[in-house]
T-cell receptor, first 116, second 114 residues
């Protein structure tokens, strides 16, 4: 069963505007981590941001923030002030604790296009 | 700087041949993973290892094997390559096994099976 769902195959955003990429997850493990990775057209995978299941505050890293709603099991990525270089594929991922064998599973990804 | 190196970057092979993809990391991480990336599926876990002599099957392990004889290397072997194994393969490592530890990725190997 798929445990990470990214419902937006593609998204467009105007340069300098904010954009939200959706991610929902499913787990019965009380301890887990949520991650976002960026994959530019060059192909490498870049870690962006992390949110722990016990964290009370939403994670932020520069222009990236993670909107964590535990009860809804959602972990949306917000990119503020979009730049042309933000055009890429974005993957939501979850790393479960002991119950899940500490494996990291990924969603299908959202391709973001930033328009000038 | 520490890194993960995958080789080759590109490989074309024929159906039925055995193929080995190399992964070498200098992070000194105990935890290493192999994923394949296919359009519409994101990254799917093939095999993983939490230390020397430890290997585990992921969700798409059929037709693949790994061995871990040292900390730095986790080679992925396709026993008898099939066209369905045409994909981009990523090796990754993490500092810790816990749920708060992000993955560090290699640059990927693009494998084509003809």
């Amino acid at each position: 069963a798929q445990k990470i769902t990214q419902t937006q195959p593609g998204m467009f955003v105007q340069e300098k505007e904010a954009v939200t990429l959706d991610c929902t997850y499913d787990t019965s493990d009380p301890s887990y981590g949520l991650f976002w990775y960026k994959q530019p057209s060059s192909g490498e995978m870049i870690f962006l941001i992390y949110q722990g299941s016990y964290d009370q505050q939403n994670a932020t890293e520069g222009r990236y923030s993670l909107n964590f709603q535990k009860a809804r099991k959602s972990a949306n990525l917000v990119i503020s002030a979009s730049q042309l270089g933000d055009s890429a594929m974005y993957f939501c991922a979850m790393r479960e604790g002991l119950t899940g064998g500490f494996k990291t599973i990924f969603g299908a990804g959202t391709r973001l296009f930033v328009k000038a | 700087d520490a890194e993960i190196t995958q080789s080759p970057r590109h490989k074309i092979t024929e159906t039925g041949r055995q193929v080995t993809l190399a992964c070498h990391q200098t992070w000194n991480h105990n935890n290493m993973f192999w994923y394949r990336q296919d359009l519409g599926h994101g990254l799917r876990l093939i095999h993983y290892s939490y230390g020397v002599q430890d290997t585990n099957k992921g969700e798409v392990s059929d037709g693949y094997s790994v061995s871990r004889s040292n900390t730095e290397d986790l080679p992925l072997t396709l026993e008898s390559a099939a066209s369905s194994q045409t994909s981009v393969y990523f090796c990754a490592s993490s500092k810790a096994a816990g749920p708060n530890s992000p993955l560090h990725f290699g640059n990927g190997t693009r494998l084509t099976v003809t």
